[in-house]
């Protein structure tokens, strides 16, 4: 069974801290990794992705990537009350299509 | 550019009933996934398409879901029958041939009765 496994929260962290969340996933050979915010109510918005290990930054949000650990993070700087929402992880685990697999998401709270 | 496009976006129905849910997806966008969303989990692939074929079901109930992505651009999903359990977000969403990222349409919730 292949899995993303994430902390289902929530994670609470005071305005303009940098925010932390995590995903391990169970498939070594895993190509490609996601991280979707999805509000309450809402659809999940895709925020990041990469590809290869290391740090991918974009403005706030930087995905770190560690496959020889199989392990993925998304850090959020500078944390607003509107970051508030369910972060999901999915993963495509080595197919030569583009399925993706999600995590269950972690709820992050961003208290003013 | 146009995002996803689902319709209705609530549906209510009784168990036993039937119901189709329609989604067109980006304009271009080959891929077409149908997902299922239960409250407080990620959603699960029910079903993708690559252009009119299907290229994964294996988590899709056949006896009673089916699809159908017709000249390659919309596609429908029913359940026939629905039961309590089916109660669910139901999201579709898109992507190009050549990138993995994919774009989801605003949802249909359905609730059965």
């Known amino acids: ?18 925010a932390s969340l995590n995903c391990t996933y169970s498939d070594r050979g895993s190509q490609s990794f996601f991280w979707y915010r999805q509000y309450s109510g809402k659809s999940p918005e895709l925020i990041m992705f990469i590809y ?5 930054e974009d403005g706030r949000f930087t ?33 030569g299509y583009s399925t993706l697999t999600f995590g269950k998401g972690t709820m992050l709270l961003v208290s003013p | 550019e146009a995002g996803v496009a689902q319709s209705p976006r609530y549906k209510i129905i009784e168990k036993r009933q039937s119901v189709a849910f329609w989604c067109n997806p980006i304009s271009g966008h080959a891929t077409l996934y149908w997902y299922q969303q239960i409250l407080g989990q990620g959603p699960k692939l029910l079903i993708q398409f690559q ?27 029913k359940i026939q029958p629905a039961k309590l359990e089916d109660s669910a977000v139901y999201l579709c969403a898109s992507s190009s041939s050549s990138l993995h990222e994919q ?11």
Do not use: H, W
């Open chain 2, 51 to 77: 252009n009119n074929g299907v290229v994964d079901d294996s988590q899709l109930p056949k006896d009673r879901f089916s699809a159908e992505r017709l000249k390659g651009v919309d596609s429908t999903l």
């Open chain 1, 63 to 95: 995905a770190q990537l560690n496959k020889a650990s199989q392990y993925v993070s998304l850090l959020i700087r500078d944390s607003q009350p509107s970051d508030s929402a369910t972060y999901l992880c999915a993963v495509n685990m080595n197919s």
């Open chain 2, 103 to 113: 774009y989801f349409g605003p949802g249909t919730r359905l609730t059965v009765t």
């Open chain 1, 52 to 56: 290869s290990n290391g740090d991918k």
């Open chain 1, 1 to 18: 069974q292949k899995e993303v496994e994430q902390n289902s929260g929530p994670l609470s962290v005071p305005e303009g801290a940098i």
